[in-house]
């Protein structure tokens, strides 16, 4: 027989036990204590998500802070995503090592991707950083092995895991690919990519899925992919995307929130809320948000309130 003790329920439980009858005195919405119960019982590690281009400094002190900080952080990085990625992932790993973090780079292919040297090396990871470079050649080298599935528990026990450009991209569950099916639309034109907001036009294939309430671009501003994110928001869901610009970062916390940091802006389309067109029709809507956010910026995925820093 269970014993109903306050002391002795599952700790997510007690708390909203306690939200609750907080909310009581106070007042507040029975809506928004679920919601935020809801976001805290989904606690898991961090995700470091750089929309390509330099990365700052200040970025990448931080991704090695979340990982445990010198001395304490393990980290993993992948370079399969770039032609280059035999001598980029070593000097990914120097960098994080010359901030204290014991990095080394590790690079696969799928061949090896189920290896026993290779999972184990994941035991111990803090962190996890993805170079940047062509997400399809990232998804071929470790999609559906044993490694992608030591990359997702280890975030579930805490670890941090980032990327930048194509590393951004394999986040989330939805992946763009980078190719579209009619370049121009009605005027077909190879020259004139994501010059539309067409439906079936934008190819995705499967990411791994860290994040499975949006759709990441990246490269935003800097090479103009409004038209592109925007089409995929419209036609599928979940209806919401983020496109993050150069030099600039996602941080998505443990407790779900969102968080911006680095150089420019992230851009958020949430259609979540929207009147679509039917899928007979060309593709339209009403009542689409977009938040624009700089650095200190916040955004909370289960309620659409996005917060502007405060300025001093």
């Known amino acids: ?11 997510v439980i007690t708390r ?10 106070l007042g507040i919405s029975l809506r928004s204590i679920v919601a935020q119960t809801t976001m805290s019982s989904s606690a898991r590690g961090t995700l470091y998500i750089v929309g390509g281009g330099p990365q700052p400094p200040a970025l990448v002190r931080e991704f090695v802070d979340l990982a445990g900080g010198a001395g304490k952080a393990h980290i993993v990085v992948f370079a399969m995503a770039s032609a280059d990625g035999l001598k980029g992932g070593e000097v990914k790993a120097k960098e994080l090592r010359a901030l204290g973090a014991d990095a080394v780079s590790l690079w696969v292919q799928h ?17 996890i950083w993805f170079v940047g470079g062509d997400q399809n050649k990232l998804m ?26 194509a590393g951004a991209a394999v986040m989330s569950a939805v992946m763009l690919t980078g190719d579209e099916r009619r370049p121009g639309g009605a005027r077909p034109d ?55 610009d150069e030099s600039t970062a996602l941080i998505v916390e443990p407790n779900g929130s969102w968080r911006i940091a680095g ?17 007979t029709a060309p593709l339209g809507a009403t009542g689409v948000v977009m938040h624009v956010l700089p650095a200190g910026s916040r955004f909370n995925p289960k309620t659409g309130v996005a917060t502007l820093p405060v300025l001093h």
Do not use: C, K, W
């Open 1 to 11: 027989m269970l014993n109903y003790g306050m002391h002795t329920l599952h700790p």
């Open 16 to 25: 909203a036990l306690r939200m609750l009858a907080l909310a009581s005195t």
């Open 111 to 127: 061949a090896d991707a189920n290896a026993d040297s290779v999972v184990n090396a994941m035991r111990t990871a803090t962190g």
């Open 140 to 165: 071929a080298a470790l999609g559906s092995s044993r490694t992608a599935t030591a990359i997702r528990e280890r975030y579930q026990v805490g670890a941090v895991i980032g990327g930048t450009s």
């Open 190 to 244: 190879s020259t004139l990519t994501l010059s539309t907001i067409d439906r079936d036009n934008v190819v995705v294939a499967p990411g791994f899925g860290l994040i499975d309430n949006a759709i990441i671009d990246q490269h935003f501003l800097r090479r103009r992919r409004a038209n592109r994110l925007v089409s995929l928001v419209l036609e599928r869901e979940p209806h919401l995307g983020i496109g993050i």
């Open 263 to 279: 150089a420019s802006v992230a851009v958020i389309y949430d259609a979540r809320q929207s009147m679509m067109t039917p899928t």
